[in-house]
């Protein structure tokens, strides 16, 4: 917990009933975080859905404009339509807005990952009295963290160029996503005619390099999101990462190849200890590779050991995984924490 941080803040949820939503209350309280009150909300549909808070039974509210009454921070975890209804009211209540949906992108926001400080030198800015002020906080979403993590760590190795494939999940398309991958999986597992409401494609047994005409969601949309946020928070500090993105059928956890080829070879060891120094863990060599299983709950990005090209002596392959929605939601509390200690 944060030394130093005076009276409690009042915590919002917005999107609570959400995956995400649920997984960042979670680590509100699994990181201790101070808060006097943790407020859950989401649209009016999940009103009265009575659920737990700090151990104590409580209700999701619905999303009003005197939602945000009293609270210092308000993390938007729901839907894109949801955040961009209800942002404007957030702030005018005098809350810091922390947004994991990236619908605040395209708004004057503060890109921040803690964790790559120690590459990219920044903090949260202060106002004249020494407090941050209340504004605009956009927490990546977890294949933005990935991609942003491995140019910050290559970046003193000064890679000539970075390819990152990520294997998403269908979690990334919460609850809809998990439904309709079950319900696939049962079905072609019993022989029967499967659902294709969300996808429009069979998602189940299967990678895709893209959905169905009828899709609800593009993953060339989604690719370019990723490859655009990525830029915009690297900004020039470090090499932008060509990105590619794969449906993989599994319900949680990303999974991620990539590859780095520099002027000369690089030793796997240096190339491990820039990961280190970022808080990412390092498989031990006679230890299983990470995968979207391994990683369950895990806060931090996990890698296995480096690996030379066999064909071309410059390159360095690196594998991982990272739990997609314990790593987005850790980072956001994070952005709050540094918030607190830095008032």
Not at 12 to 33: H, M, P, T, W, Y
Not at 169 to 177: A, C, I, L, R
Request: net charge negative; hydrophobic share 45%; with cysteine.
């Amino acid at each position: 917990m944060p030394s130093g941080l005076g009276t409690s803040p009042r915590v919002a949820i917005a999107g609570a009933s959400s995956l995400l939503g649920k997984e960042l209350k979670q680590v509100l309280e699994d990181r201790n975080f101070p808060a006097s009150d943790i407020i859950l909300l989401d649209e009016s549909v999940m009103a009265g859905t009575l659920t737990e808070a700090a151990g104590e039974p409580t209700f999701i509210r619905a999303l009003e404009e005197d939602s945000f009454e009293g609270a210092r921070f308000v993390f938007f975890a729901g839907s894109a339509a949801d955040t961009a209804r209800n942002w404007p009211a957030a702030q005018r209540a005098g809350a810091t807005v922390i947004d994991l949906s990236g619908v605040l992108n395209d708004q004057h926001v503060e890109r921040v990952i803690p964790s790559l400080r120690p590459v990219f030198l920044s903090g949260p800015p202060r106002s004249g009295n020494g407090a941050p002020p209340s504004q605009l906080y956009s927490s990546p979403r977890t294949p933005v963290l990935i991609a942003c993590t491995i140019s910050a760590a290559l970046k003193q190795l000064q890679p000539q160029r970075i390819v990152l494939v990520l294997l998403r999940p269908v979690s990334e398309q919460d609850q809809p996503g998990i439904e309709e991958l079950e319900s696939q999986t049962a079905g072609l597992l019993s022989f029967r005619e499967i659902s294709k409401t969300l996808f429009d494609a069979q998602v189940a047994f299967n990678l895709l390099g893209a959905f169905g005409s009828e899709s609800k969601v593009r993953l060339a949309d989604v690719r370019a999101e990723i490859a655009r946020e990525t830029a915009a928070f690297l900004d020039g500090r470090a090499a932008v990462p060509a990105i590619q993105l794969v449906h993989a059928p599994v319900f949680y956890g990303y999974a991620f190849a990539a590859y780095a080829e520099f002027a000369a070879p690089v030793a796997p060891a240096s190339i491990e200890a820039a990961f280190t120094n970022l808080g990412v863990k390092v498989t031990a060599a006679d230890d299983p590779r990470p995968s979207n299983v391994s990683v369950a709950g895990e806060s931090e990005i996990q890698i296995a050991r480096i690996e030379a090209d066999p064909n071309l002596p410059n390159g360095a392959w690196l594998w991982g995984a990272a739990d997609n929605l314990r790593l987005a939601s850790t980072n956001a509390v994070r952005i709050a924490e540094d918030l607190l200690t830095k008032a």
